[in-house]
């Protein structure tokens, strides 16, 4: 039969010494005169109360001896109660040994100032988008004319008006070409083959004034002639008769001369070629244009031509200044000359071919290319320099300034 503890009743084994419900010793410990163990008392028993006997104790208890810390009220607490002992002190008692990281504030809304970054970063980048794109154009290659014909005054370098309306009454026409304002050239007795349209003009002009011509492309051919009047003829080849119809030749006459002006782009269907037969004794004579060819000959006057791509022949006796920004240029020097004549190319040729006895105090420089000399120079050399070279010498004993250059290409001198 299984032995019980005498205090809780509960059952015991073997060998056990401590009941394990309420921890009293079962049996007194078998050769060892170690004190038992006695329990203090529960939580609400008064501090005089004793513990239970043991199973065959008869002697008196001994007294109860606390386990608690001298100088204190407090007791050793029964295991899982969760109270503060004398031997662990409530958390309260213990020192803080080091600061504690103050409590981080609350975060502000900053909406208006992420609003503003954004609107500057917007801001900038749109700057520098507008700065890249006018760089990049103002890289792009592009074809400058700089107009030096006689505007609607006659003024030279004076951009003309715009054209006046078409369906003008014929009132209202004469008092606009008064002012200057350019007029479309009547086309109605115009010749119309195919994909031509050919119609020709006479104008009545003093011998002191002058006749210019600009045009974004196209061929201009300038005769000198005997005649007091100045005669236009205007070819218009390509395209339909309502795209011809549409490229209008514009005049303006003034007390300043003649000026006309073409409107049909470079590389369109329609081309125009202009012919103008002028007074050889004609006062002056200036060409824009931005590709074609231009053409003067026999004309005596004054002679300012200005092209960008194309091709420029002159046989003038007057002052010429001709320069050209791609393609090649002929001169003919016949005879002597009292004007200075000036012929300036930036990528092409300049050829020059003398007949008669001239007279001309030369001056020919290339700063890229040759000067090649064909004909009886007298045994004249051109002088080498850097990147190019340049010859000097008075032909015929020297007479009117003759100056040839050409920044990338050859000068050809012929006799």
Known sequence: MSERCHSCGAELFAGQQFC?????????????????????????????????????????????????????????????????TAHQPPLASYQQTSQLAPPRPPRKR???????????????????????FLVRSSERPRKVVVVKGAGASGRAG????????????????????????????????????????????????????????????????????????????????????????????????????LSFFTMAPPGGRVKVACEIRVPRGLKRLEVAAEAGRVKVEDFGGEVDVELHDGEIDIAASGAVRSRLTNGRT???????????????????????SFGGEPEASLKAETANGDIKLDGDFGGLESEKRAGGRRLEADLGGGGARLAVSVKNGDIKLRW
């Open 158 to 257: 004076e951009v003309p008006p715009p054209p006046a309306p078409p369906g003008l009454p014929e009132r209202i026409k004469q008092a606009v070409a008064g002012v200057g304002v350019p007029l479309p050239i009547d086309e109605g007795g115009a010749r119309v083959s195919g994909d031509e349209t050919v119609f020709a003009q006479s104008f009545e002009l003093d011998e002191d004034a002058g006749v210019s011509f600009k045009g974004r492309a196209g061929d201009v051919t300038v005769v000198g002639t005997d005649g007091p009047r100045v005669e236009v003829k205007i070819a218009k080849r390509g395209g339909s008769h309502a795209e011809r119809s549409a490229q209008p030749v514009l005049f303006s006459k003034t007390d300043g001369g």
């Open 330 to 352: 002929k001169v003919t020097y016949d005879g002597p000359r009292d004007e200075p004549q000036e012929f300036a190319v930036t990528n092409g040729t300049v050829e020059v």
């Open 20 to 84: 394990r419900r309420c921890g009293v010793p079962v049996a007194a410990p078998q050769g060892r005169g170690d004190a038992q163990t006695q329990l203090f008392p529960r939580a609400g028993e008064g501090a005089g109360a004793q513990p239970p006997r043991q199973t065959g104790d008869t002697g008196p208890q001994p007294p109860h001896v606390s386990t608690a810390r001298l100088g204190t009220a407090q007791q050793t607490d029964e295991f899982g109660r969760g109270l503060h």
């Open 110 to 132: 900053r909406w208006l100032l992420w609003s503003l970054l954004g609107l500057g970063a917007f801001v900038v980048c749109a700057t520098a988008l507008v700065a890249a």
